[in-house]
């Protein structure tokens, strides 16, 4: 008896309870899938009309953007009058969604450690961050500028965090000739395959018996034969953006994405996907078959024209034939086992194929089944509000949305105003009644019978210049509203930086909590050390994993005043002074140089920034090609971009040796040799002289220097 005892109904049970032997309930949970379509009616419909302002869609729309008669429909104010696309939202979302991208990509990623005791792994953590963004989760900017699409049209974004951990197989094809004399004549006289498949087996580990012996057999029919030769291993973290309302589904009553019981995710794979699925994932092959033969190509509803590619010509309404595709249901729950311990469990389904299609010969209505197995305890979704207009999720309000009403006053204005310029190269033409000139055009000749004036143009209403005032009037009101710089808002600068930095800051805050749950994805899941590159540190970085509980806060910094070429000037102009202030060596002069690069231009400064190392190995070897010369008697200078501090230490080195080989002979030749003791000692004041004007001097000049004893005083 279930410890549960309230817990009798199937529907409760599917949808609170672990499943027990049998399996989850797909009959109860694909009701549950299609009530909670029909409860999301409303706001699906609200994501149409915020599709068809943005792409500026509507029904009657001709190529020539004119209006015509369709259907019965006579055109106002005339057939042919102007019917123009004015995509003034579509204008707001691309400029916050670009302004996003451009934080993102130049904001510093830090991470600080919960605990504040460990400064030299969170600096290590940092830069694993850093690499995972730019080169380990590789669709990270792409499926961000898709989220932040969503985000600013529909006022929600929603992204998942997973993790990929796969062997992708190659196969490469075996000649017999490759193989030794003795081998091949074993393979042709086909004595004992078994043996033979046994020693191809140390070589390719991974091989099956059976198939080993299938490759023997194929050399030795055909002289060639296909095995696997290399194997490509995923793992890593991902991420996917899903549109809320037509990828992805929770209850219509969530405040908290984490708290709902239940989220449905949506995708459509073709047959080769789907058995794909099967090895990688351990999907029921059965069960795939079955979709793939009688479930493929189904037509949907509810997913609206971002499902299509053709979405220029088709009406947010029209239904979407998913040819060759076969639609997947996620089901992710939160579920309370017979102990009371609750888990996220995923369950994958198709909605049309219950527990009664079980009679077909299908081992089991779904693919998959189990407990999630993240240790963040967590579901694998974070999701974002443009605006919190209450703590209903649903309750959104995006740019498609609010800039509508703009949007349609600019396309009143701009139509009336190309309906008046038509009117104006060629107004309604006055003649009597039943004398139409036969032919009107410019050097046309009329005759006429009577008062040539019987035939004029009609009077045009004058329409001033308030049409253009009216319709700059709408765009500095929506690029106020909206936080948009432009030559309409210069008056509102301050206020409208002030939004931009808070569009920023939510945006960024977005990309830290996916982060997030990416960096706790590859400490449960990722390898045990690795090896990698990051863009700004010069030298090559090593991973370990430490312990998998350890935490750290993720923060992204960026200023919009950054996006100013003349203001990163001035901070680094500033942060220069600084450094000519700094008599303690409190400030690192290459990681200064690095910072500056960076933000002048990253890809420039990958170029001629070297590691350390490197750096230091050049001009080790520089000085002591130096020192070589002068003891052959030639007086060489130092370079400008010397590094004298490293060339000195050359130099002591040179002169004392070490303790394995002192340097007796050059201190011998320091004490004989006159010139080429003056040579070496001109070199090292060169070097010293080198290094006070890189701090003493500069800063000289912006103190002042110590007063002079001028007249004697």
């Known amino acids: 008896m279930s410890a549960f005892s309230t817990v009798d109904d199937p529907r409760d049970a599917a949808l609170e309870l672990v499943p027990g032997r049998v399996g989850p309930n797909i009959t109860e949970l694909a009701g549950e899938f299609y009530r909670a379509l029909s409860s999301l009616e409303g706001y699906v419909s609200q994501l149409d009309e ?32 102007a019917d123009n696309k004015v ?52 669709e990270f900017y792409d499926e961000m500028e898709l989220a932040y699409n969503h985000f600013f049209q529909d006022a929600i974004a929603c992204v998942g965090i997973f993790y990929d951990k796969r062997v992708e197989q190659t196969t490469t094809t075996l000649q017999i000739q490759q193989f030794p004399e003795e081998t091949r004549m074993d393979i042709m006289e086909g004595l004992d395959d078994e043996a033979l498949a046994q020693d191809m087996r140390q070589s390719v580990p991974d091989l099956k018996q059976s198939d080993a012996v299938k490759v023997i057999v194929s050399l030795r029919e055909t002289g060639e034969a296909d095995v696997p030769f290399q194997r490509r291993m995923v793992d890593r973290p991902v991420i996917r953006t899903f549109q809320v309302g037509r990828e992805i589904f929770f209850p219509l009553h969530t405040t908290d994405i984490q708290k709902a019981p239940w989220i449905f995710q949506v995708e459509y794979l073709s047959p080769q996907e789907l058995r794909c699925k099967v090895y990688d994932e351990d999907w029921d092959s059965g069960w795939v078959e079955y979709l793939i033969a009688n479930l493929k190509g189904q037509t949907d509803t509810f997913l609206g024209t971002t499902q299509t590619v053709n979405q220029e010509f088709l009406s947010s309404r029209e239904l979407l034939e998913k040819d060759g595709l076969v639609k997947i249901v996620h089901v992710y729950q939160r579920l309370t086992s017979e102990s009371g311990v609750p888990g996220i469990y995923l369950t994958t389904m198709h909605p049309d194929f219950t527990d009664e299609s079980v009679a077909n010969g299908v081992k089991q209505p779904y693919a998959k089944s189990s407990l999630l197995g993240y240790q963040h305890g967590e579901y694998p979704f974070k999701i974002k509000r443009l605006k919190a207009l209450s703590k209903n999720l649903y309750d959104v309000r995006g740019y498609a ?46 005759a006429y019978w009577q008062d040539p004036r019987e035939y004029q143009f009609a009077d045009i209403p004058d329409q001033g210049t308030h049409t253009v005032d009216v319709r700059n009037e709408i765009r500095r009101q929506g690029d106020r509203y909206f936080g948009r710089m432009s030559e309409n808002t210069r008056d509102s600068q301050q206020e409208i930086q002030i939004k931009q930095q808070a569009i920023i800051d939510k945006g960024l805050s977005f990309a830290v909590d996916i982060l997030d749950h990416a960096f706790t994805l590859f400490q449960q899941f990722g390898p045990e050390n690795v090896k990698f590159s990051v863009f700004g540190v010069p030298d090559p970085q090593v991973y370990e994993q430490g312990d998998p509980h350890e935490r750290f806060d993720f923060y992204f910094n960026y200023n919009q005043l950054e996006a100013d070429p003349a203001h990163v000037e001035k901070i680094i102009q500033g942060f220069t002074h600084l450094k000519q202030l700094d008599d303690s060596g409190t400030m690192d002069t290459a990681r200064l140089l690095q910072v500056a690069g960076e933000k002048l231009d990253p890809v420039i400064a990958r170029r001629i920034f070297i590691p350390a190392e490197q750096a230091q190995e050049k001009e080790v070897k520089r000085e002591r090609e130096a020192l070589a010369q002068i003891a052959a008697g030639m007086d060489v200078n130092i370079d400008t971009d010397a ?69 004697g005083q």
């Open 401 to 446: 949305q609010t800039g509508k009403a703009l949007q349609d006053q600019l396309k009143v204005e701009l139509d009336a105003s190309a309906d008046a310029s038509s009117l104006s190269t060629l107004p309604p033409l006055m003649h009597p009644y039943g004398r139409e000139p036969t032919e009107w055009g410019p050097f046309v000749f009329q």
């Open 87 to 138: 995509y003034y939202a579509d204008e707001m979302i691309d400029t916050h969604v670009s302004l996003l991208m451009t934080a993102l990509r130049r904001a510093t990623l830090t991470a600080f450690p919960v605990e504040g005791n460990d400064i030299e792994r969170a600096s290590l953590i940092t830069n694993v961050m850093k690499w995972m963004v730019n080169s380990n989760i590789k």
């Open 643 to 711: 590094a004298s501090e490293v060339a000195i230490q050359v130099i002591q080195q040179y002169l004392q040796g070490s303790e394995d080989i002192p340097a007796t002979d050059v201190q011998e030749r320091m004490q004989n040799d006159e010139p080429f003791r003056q040579r070496i000692e001109k070199r090292m004041k060169m070097h010293q002289h080198q290094i006070e004007q890189r701090t003493t001097n500069p800063q000289a000049g912006v103190l002042g220097g110590r007063p002079s004893n001028m007249g």
């Open 50 to 81: 915020n599709s068809d302002t943005r792409r500026c869609l509507w029904a009657g729309q001709s190529p020539d953007n004119r209006k015509h008669a369709s259907s019965g429909v006579t055109p106002q104010p005339w057939e042919g009058a």
